[in-house]
């Protein structure tokens, strides 16, 4: 340092101790760089593994499914191939057919002890692996069903399978081993009814074993809780053959979940099953608002469905028919399945029949019948429904043979399934009735009579069957009993205004009696077509045309392809000599469908004026 402070040249042991010093440092510090980046290496390789073991333990506690290990075999099995993978695997199949074979508008989400969509078979490793970790952190936090099972031989030679899920007791099927495959459905069977009992009367309803699932649903809704037992009395009210038995379960379910969208349709059906249409909308608004506030992600498309039913229905409920049949439409294009869409065409069938346009109906339920049957009905139910409607397709024309036909089609079918409901509970509100009514048209008033005093008091259409045959027999004094029971019934409903209109300008003569039960009959229904035809004709009576007009005009609005509506439209022009617009009302009437009787007058109408 003195050398360089004199400026000479340094040399020396000294200097050359400097020169190697200076080197050192400089590898010193190379060193404790490398050193700190080595540190933040291994401080990020150790983040980043935390990371990893975080995701997996989050991965972990969302897995849900079932997980199916080998059984447990005999060695000859096992030689002749059938060993416990192979077991695991053919049961894993034969639950995931049952789980396909399961339609309920139930969310995954909602089941205290779901199995998730995932049924999976256990593929047995040695040492330690990132998949033994995965599977060790699934069973520690995640939510999965384990399914253990073993076959052996019995003491007298047969074959035994035992199934377990999460170690708990087993089942136990036995049989040759020749019967192996019904074996292991009946322990599938067995395993799905003791893990998923809500699923598995699902399940049986879907098969139509009514009675089966009646019984597991009601141990359900005798031994469950909170919002389970919920579940299982608005279950237990769709299968329930007992009207006002039905209604209780339905109303008992709405009082322990509040928010459960489902039990809401369950009583809003079984309010319908009993005619009390006040009821019955309030459910259907609570339902619609109960699943557009629900979380999506449990949004099935069994419950979309379900909403534009109960769409369509509200549209029904206010005579809308047009829009009833536009909801249905929309659910039969959207639909995934093929059950969803016979239901839709069933539904746009009935609607076009309320709208009088019968050919169109007919069309629509044989594309239904084209379709996978719904899950939740019996052939003789399904067979059923499609006759119903075919049956109001006849009376929206006033075909009334056809309709008493089709109504004796409809219970002959629930009467040869024996898994259906009684035809009894099922026709309260459709069928028998409107036999009765055809009979009434057709002249057949005793059997009528005899008819209307075996059906039920507790349903609104039956009390109207009854008002129907006694306007028709002249005891207006019961009639207006049997109709004001009707009111008293459903005060909202514009059914018994509107038929009591039908009746007193049909078989009373009283167009100003059957004017103010049409006008009562559109006040509670303005958007459905049939008071105002109705008002129409009874004007007509009366000799006032021009407001004849008015009314088939605003009917027209509502049921445009109505062919009855323009015959009577067209008269009501001819008489105010208006014929060439006649005529085109009739013509018009002419392409529509019509009576053997109508076709004939339009038919002889036209003739006239040609000749």
């Known amino acids: 340092m003195e050398a360089e402070a004199e400026g000479r040249s340094p040399e020396g042991v000294a200097y050359r101790v400097l020169e190697k010093q200076e080197r050192l440092i400089g590898w010193q510090i190379a060193s404790e760089r490398a050193g700190f980046a080595l540190k933040v290496l291994t401080a990020l390789a150790g983040l980043a593994m935390a990371v990893a073991l975080g995701l997996m333990a989050l991965q972990a506690s969302r897995a849900e499914g079932v997980v199916i290990e080998p059984f447990s075999v005999p060695p000859e099995l096992a030689a002749r191939g059938l060993t416990g993978q192979v077991l695991a695997a053919q049961l894993q199949d034969r639950l995931a ?27 047995p490793s040695t040492g330690v692996s990132l998949g033994e970790l995965q599977r060790f952190l699934r069973g520690w936090l995640g939510r999965e069903t384990r399914i253990g099972g073993d076959a052996y031989r019995t003491a007298d030679g047969r074959l035994a399978v035992t199934v377990r899920a999460a170690g708990g007791a087993g089942d136990e099927v036995t049989g040759a081993e020749a019967e192996l495959p019904a074996l292991l459905q009946g322990a599938a069977e067995k395993l799905y009814a003791r893990t998923q009992p809500y699923r598995y009367a699902m399940y049986l309803q879907n098969r139509g074993r009514m009675d089966e699932a009646r019984g597991v649903l009601g141990w359900l809704a005798d031994n469950g809780t909170g919002r389970e037992r919920a579940w299982s009395l608005a ?13 209780a379960r339905a109303r008992l379910a709405t009082e322990l979940a509040p928010e459960l969208a489902e039990a809401w349709d369950a009583r809003s059906r079984a309010a319908s099953r009993m005619g009390l249409q006040p009821e019955e909308v309030a459910g259907l608004e609570r339902f619609i608002a109960l699943l557009k506030t629900r979380n999506r992600g449990g949004y099935s498309e069994q419950a979309t469905a379900a909403r534009m039913r109960a769409e369509e229905v509200l549209a029904i409920r206010r005579g809308d028919y047009l829009e009833a049949r536009r909801f249905a439409q929309t659910t039969r294009r959207d639909g995934g399945n093929s059950t969803i869409r016979a239901r839709a065409l069933t539904a746009m069938a009935f609607d076009s ?17 084209l379709e996978t049957q719904p899950r939740d009905m019996t052939p003789g139910q399904y067979r059923a429904s499609l006759e119903r409607v075919l049956q109001q397709a006849a009376a929206g024309i006033e075909d009334w043979p056809l309709a008493q036909r089709h109504g004796e089609l409809s219970m002959a079918a629930l009467r040869a399934d024996p898994g259906a409901l009684s035809p009894e509970q099922l026709s309260i509100n459709g069928a028998w009735p409107m036999q009765v009514r055809s009979l009434v048209f057709m002249g057949r008033l005793d059997e ?65 009696g059957a004017i103010a039960a049409f006008r009562r009959a559109a006040e509670l229904s303005p958007f459905f077509a049939d008071p105002l035809e109705g008002w129409g004709e009874a004007l ?72």
């Not at 279950?235 to 209604?247: I, Q």
């Not at 029949?353 to 019948?369: C, F, G, I, K, P």
């Not at 059906?455 to 609104?460: H, K, S, W």
């Not at 005009?553 to 617009?581: I, N, S, V, Y």
């Open 448 to 512: 009528a009579g005899r008819m209307a005093s075996d059906l039920p008091m507790d349903c609104m259409n039956c009390l109207l069957a009854r008002a129907t045959v006694a306007e028709a027999v002249g005891d207006r004094t019961a009639a207006r009993r049997w109709y004001d029971a009707t009111v008293r019934f459903n005060p909202n409903d514009w059914g018994p205004p509107e038929r009591r209109g039908v009746m007193l300008l049909r078989f009373g003569r009283d167009p100003e």
């Open 97 to 123: 057919r049952l789980q396909a074979a399961t339609y309920s508008v139930r969310p995954e989400a909602s089941y205290s002890s779901g199995w998730g969509d995932e049924i999976s078979v256990e593929i």
């Open 540 to 611: 007509m009576a009366k000799g006032d045309y021009r407001a004849a007009i008015k009314k088939f005009e605003q009917a027209a609005q509502r049921a445009p392809r109505w062919g009855r509506l323009h015959l009577q439209w067209g008269m009501a022009l001819a008489k105010l000599g208006k014929t060439d617009e006649a005529r085109v009302k009739w013509r018009a009437a002419a392409t529509m469908d019509l009576s053997a009787a109508d076709r004939a007058q339009v038919a002889a109408l036209l003739q006239k004026r040609t000749t």
């Open 235 to 247: 279950g237990l009210s769709r299968v329930e053959p007992d009207n006002r038995r039905a209604l």
């Open 353 to 369: 029949a309320m709208l009088h346009e019968a050919t169109l109906a007919r069309r629509y339920v044989a594309s239904a019948a």
